[in-house]
């Protein structure tokens, strides 16, 4: 049986690996270690190449969603320490335990599992203690219970690594960043008046990292920022953070349409006057959003062409004017070409959603091309 091929299609993802290595550096600050977020591998970019970039970059830490997600990355002879951002699924703990992932704690019966398994390692197992200061999402809850989770950490054998939290509003709101920082300091000094201390405080993502410097503490979890887009347009514009991922595909048919001639499934784009249209091998199969029909643009010849109509499961058309396309010419969905750039942040704005998700949901029907010092990979 032969080789599998995986690139006939002409669409495919591109990766600058220099653009993450600059991004962690830009996010790098004095006296603070760096956790780089690879979770929902690498944010679309392929979490393995990611992280090797980012560590390469001066991180020190790695931070996943899944126990799944830190044992590709450990399969992968990735050693650097891993925290598992929830606490482990019921059953998950031996095989995180062996992998020396860091787990979360938040609850009692989260440790009396863990404690189980980790009770035959040669050395104390590392946890980090996560603190609700106002996510409402996950950790412990009202914070000032966070003093007898931490006191029943040590009864375990467990060693407290980290106290952490997670901010709700860091990109937006000030005044409740400021609230979840005191409910997160007040946690810390009671716990440290039971006799209790952690090697590490972390608290901000991309977003406390940048606006929120108190924020920083022993180590910052940047995810969104380390692939070079902003978490919200403008914050951190500053750092001159680099997009490492581009979206290409290319022209697979050309047609002429009358003005008037409907387009696509529920003939709901019409052409305005005469004009040429283009297909486009990739669909929301892909993770190309169909919300996006005939409300986004791609970029052609280093010019902007309407997405006219609905975007199917595999395929896309393309409204081109008066300009005739020619096929294999090369398609952006993201990011630039010639003078035009179509970002992360456009793309999320015109489907009513954010550029987190549009990252995320570039699925691997596109194959991954890395780019680096030493070429293409």
Same mark, same amino acid.
């Given at each position: 049986?032969?080789?599998?091929?995986?690139?006939?299609?002409?669409?495919?993802?591109?990766? $600058?690996?220099?653009?993450?290595?600059?991004?962690?550096? @830009? /996010?790098?600050?004095?006296?603070?270690?760096?956790?780089?977020?690879?979770?929902?591998?690498?944010?679309?970019?392929?979490?393995? @190449?990611? !992280?090797?970039? &980012?560590?390469?970059?001066?991180?020190?830490?790695?931070?996943?969603?899944?126990?799944?997600?830190?044992?590709?990355?450990?399969?992968?002879?990735?050693?650097?320490?891993?925290?598992?951002? *929830?606490?482990?699924?019921?059953? *998950?703990?031996?095989?995180?335990?062996?992998? &020396?992932?860091?787990?979360?704690?938040?609850?009692?019966?989260?440790?009396?599992?863990?404690?189980?398994? +980790?009770?035959?390692?040669?050395?104390?197992?590392?946890?980090?203690?996560?603190?609700?200061?106002?996510?409402?999402?996950?950790?412990?809850?009202?914070?000032?219970?966070?003093?007898?989770?931490?006191? /029943?950490? =040590?009864?375990?054998?467990?060693?407290?690594?980290? /106290?952490?939290?997670?901010?709700?509003? &860091? $990109?937006?709101?000030?005044?409740?960043?400021?609230?979840?920082?005191?409910?997160?300091?007040?946690?810390?000094?009671?716990?440290? @008046?039971?006799?209790? #201390?952690?090697?590490?405080?972390? &608290?901000?993502?991309?977003?406390? =990292?940048?606006?929120?410097?108190? +924020?920083?503490? $022993?180590?910052?979890?940047?995810?969104?920022?380390?692939?070079?887009?902003?978490?919200?347009?403008?914050?951190?514009?500053?750092?001159?953070? #680099?997009?490492?991922?581009?979206?290409?595909?290319?022209? *697979?048919?050309?047609?002429?349409?009358?003005?008037?001639?409907? %387009?696509?499934?529920?003939?709901?784009?019409?052409? !305005?006057?005469?004009?040429?249209?283009?297909?486009?091998?990739?669909?929301? !199969?892909?993770?190309?959003?169909? =919300?996006?029909?005939?409300?986004?643009?791609?970029?052609?010849?280093?010019?902007?062409?309407?997405?006219?109509?609905? %975007?199917?499961?595999?395929?896309?058309?393309?409204?081109?004017?008066?300009?005739?396309?020619?096929?294999?010419?090369?398609?952006?969905?993201?990011?630039?070409?010639?003078?035009?750039?179509?970002? =992360?942040?456009? /793309?999320?704005? #015109?489907?009513?959603?954010?550029?987190?998700?549009?990252?995320?949901?570039?699925?691997?029907?596109?194959?991954? #091309?890395?780019?680096?010092?030493?070429?293409?990979?």
């Amino acid at each position: 049986m032969g080789a599998v091929v995986t690139r006939l299609r002409p669409t495919w993802v591109e990766v $600058d690996l220099e653009a993450i290595e600059h991004n962690v550096r @830009a /996010l790098s600050f004095d006296g603070v270690e760096v956790m780089a977020v690879v979770k929902a591998d690498g944010y679309g970019h392929g979490d393995v @190449a990611v !992280a090797r970039a &980012a560590l390469t970059a001066g991180a020190s830490w790695l931070g996943v969603a899944l126990v799944e997600e830190g044992l590709g990355l450990r399969a992968a002879g990735i050693e650097a320490p891993i925290l598992v951002l *929830s606490e482990l699924p019921r059953g *998950s703990e031996v095989a995180a335990v062996a992998a &020396a992932l860091t787990p979360t704690l938040a609850t009692p019966a989260a440790l009396e599992r863990l404690a189980a398994v +980790a009770a035959d390692q040669p050395a104390p197992l590392g946890v980090h203690v996560k603190i609700d200061s106002g996510m409402h999402r996950v950790g412990v809850w009202p914070p000032e219970e966070a003093v007898g989770l931490v006191d /029943l950490v =040590a009864r375990s054998g467990l060693e407290l690594e980290a /106290l952490w939290t997670h901010l709700a509003c &860091a $990109d937006t709101d000030e005044v409740t960043t400021k609230e979840q920082l005191e409910r997160f300091a007040g946690a810390v000094d009671a716990i440290g @008046a039971a006799g209790h #201390r952690a090697s590490f405080l972390h &608290a901000a993502n991309t977003a406390g =990292a940048i606006a929120h410097p108190d +924020a920083r503490f $022993d180590l910052i979890r940047p995810g969104i920022g380390i692939y070079g887009v902003e978490p919200v347009p403008g914050l951190g514009s500053s750092l001159g953070l #680099r997009p490492a991922l581009s979206w290409r595909s290319a022209v *697979s048919a050309v047609r002429r349409l009358r003005a008037g001639a409907k %387009v696509s499934y529920g003939h709901r784009y019409a052409v !305005a006057h005469d004009a040429w249209v283009a297909t486009v091998p990739v669909g929301y !199969a892909d993770g190309y959003p169909r =919300a996006g029909s005939s409300r986004t643009d791609v970029l052609i010849g280093g010019r902007r062409c309407r997405v006219a109509g609905s %975007v199917t499961m595999d395929q896309l058309v393309v409204d081109c004017g008066d300009v005739e396309p020619s096929l294999d010419d090369e398609v952006v969905l993201l990011g630039s070409q010639e003078a035009e750039t179509v970002s =992360a942040w456009e /793309l999320a704005e #015109r489907c009513d959603t954010i550029a987190y998700e549009i990252l995320a949901r570039v699925g691997a029907r596109a194959p991954r #091309r890395y780019v680096s010092r030493g070429g293409s990979t």
